[in-house]
């Protein structure tokens, strides 16, 4: 969906991994507003298909992206 520009982040914050600053990272923060959202904004994607893809399984909205980034 970040990917596909249908949600953005409002904020990152930054999260230390290991016991170095080093090691920090920034992970991006969406609101529950702007997920909850995303049925109504695209109701042409199959919603309960993409709940139900397994771990490790690419996400149909995957190739929907590449589709995108292609035009």
Same mark, same amino acid.
Do not use: F, N
């Given at each position: 969906?970040?990917?596909?520009?249908?949600?953005?982040?409002?904020?990152?914050?930054?999260?230390?991994?290991?016991?170095? !600053?080093? /090691? #920090? =990272?920034?992970?991006?923060?969406?609101?529950?507003?702007?997920?909850? *959202?995303?049925? @109504? &904004?695209?109701?042409e994607v199959d919603w309960? !298909?993409? /709940? #139900? =893809?397994?771990?490790?399984?690419?996400?149909?909205?995957?190739?929907? *992206?590449?589709? @995108? &980034?292609?035009?």
């Open positions: 969906m970040v990917r596909l520009g249908w949600v953005r982040s409002p904020q990152l914050i930054e999260v230390c991994c290991g016991s170095s !600053q080093a /090691r #920090a =990272v920034d992970v991006p923060l969406y609101t529950t507003a702007s997920v909850d *959202a995303m049925p @109504a &904004a695209h109701p309960e !298909q993409l /709940r #139900a =893809v397994e771990k490790g399984r690419r996400s149909p909205l995957a190739a929907l *992206a590449k589709q @995108a &980034a292609a035009a």
